[in-house]
């Protein structure tokens, strides 16, 4: 399942960000260390750990490393309409609550199906383009994750966070535009495809590795069976 919602105020989403990073998390699940993700993010540079100082960089369009004004190209009919942030949530099924403990086998899937959905998310980020506004599919974003477990008597879901900045990067124009998230909200239901697949991918592989190991050691039990000396009468 994905959901998505804007930040349209600065200074809420701000405050979002800055809760996230500072840990607290409504007594609910245990948000784990905020990192950069998508082509957009690297492309400026960042990589590991999510500071405030960056993300106020962004807001403010400068370069988040290197501190100089970041030029950006506004669509002037768009100018002011589009938000600050645009958060995806990509969530697991409902597990019980001890499935989901930290480093399980639930966690690992559901991050790996979670890599999937936003790749294929971010392959339909836009820029507005020219007079007339028409959009040009640019396929990288400027983004933050971070991950939750919300539970509730006793079942609950991972959720991973994936939060875009107002920038995407065209590389036709060799330049930063603001980002247009419309198509990638309507890909919603190709991006879930690809997130219940990439699991059932990962189970079939490791239940390959599973039943190889397991033959493995039936036939080292069997040699070593053979080899053993026969024990005295």
Same mark, same amino acid.
């Given at each position: 399942?994905?959901?998505?919602?804007?930040?349209?105020?600065?200074?809420?989403?701000?405050?979002?960000?800055?809760?996230?990073?500072?840990?607290?998390?409504?007594?609910?699940?245990?948000?784990?260390?905020?990192?950069?993700?998508?082509? *957009?993010?690297? !492309? /400026?540079?960042? @990589?590991? =750990?999510?500071?405030?100082?960056?993300?106020?960089?962004?807001? %403010?369009?400068?370069?988040?490393?290197?501190?100089?004004?970041?030029?950006?190209?506004?669509?002037?009919?768009?100018?002011?309409?589009?938000?600050?942030?645009?958060?995806?949530?990509?969530?697991?099924?409902?597990?019980?609550?001890?499935?989901?403990?930290?480093?399980?086998?639930?966690?690992?899937?559901?991050?790996?199906?979670?890599?999937?959905?936003?790749?294929?998310?971010?392959?339909?980020?836009?820029?507005?383009?020219?007079?007339?506004?028409?959009?040009?599919?640019?396929?990288?974003?400027?983004?933050?994750?971070?991950?939750?477990?919300?539970?509730?008597? *006793?079942?609950? !879901? /991972?959720?991973? @966070?994936? =939060?875009?900045?107002?920038?995407?990067?065209?590389?036709?124009? %060799?330049?930063?535009?603001?980002?247009?998230?419309?198509?990638?909200?309507?890909?919603?239901?190709?991006?879930?495809?690809?997130?219940?697949?990439?699991?059932?991918?990962?189970?079939?592989?490791?239940?390959?590795?599973?039943?190889?190991?397991?033959?493995?050691?039936?036939?080292?039990?069997?040699?070593?069976?053979?080899?053993?000396?026969?024990?005295?009468?």
């Amino acid at each position: 399942m994905i959901t998505f919602k804007y930040y349209h105020d600065r200074a809420a989403a701000l405050a979002y960000v800055e809760k996230r990073l500072s840990g607290r998390n409504d007594g609910n699940g245990v948000a784990e260390d905020s990192g950069w993700a998508c082509q *957009g993010a690297h !492309r /400026l540079g960042l @990589h590991g =750990l999510v500071r405030l100082e960056q993300v106020r960089a962004l807001f %403010e369009k400068r370069h988040p490393v290197k501190g100089r004004p970041l030029r950006v190209r506004v669509h002037e009919e768009a100018a002011g309409a589009a938000p600050w942030l645009t958060e995806f949530v990509i969530s697991s099924e409902l597990l019980p609550s001890l499935a989901l403990r930290e480093n399980s086998e639930a966690s690992f899937l559901h991050w790996h199906g979670a890599e999937a959905a936003m790749s294929c998310l971010e392959m339909f980020a836009c820029a507005e383009m020219g007079p007339t506004g028409f959009l040009m599919t640019t396929g990288n974003v400027v983004a933050m994750t971070f991950e939750r477990c919300c539970t509730r008597l *006793g079942m609950g !879901r /991972l959720n991973t @966070h994936l =939060l875009l900045f107002n920038l995407t990067y065209c590389e036709p124009e %060799e330049e930063w535009r603001e980002l247009n998230t419309s198509e990638m909200e309507a890909e919603t239901e190709s991006a879930e495809i690809d997130y219940r697949d990439a699991i059932r991918s990962r189970l079939w592989i490791d239940g390959l590795i599973r039943e190889r190991l397991r033959l493995h050691a039936g036939e080292r039990l069997a040699a070593q069976s053979r080899q053993a000396p026969l024990g005295l009468n």
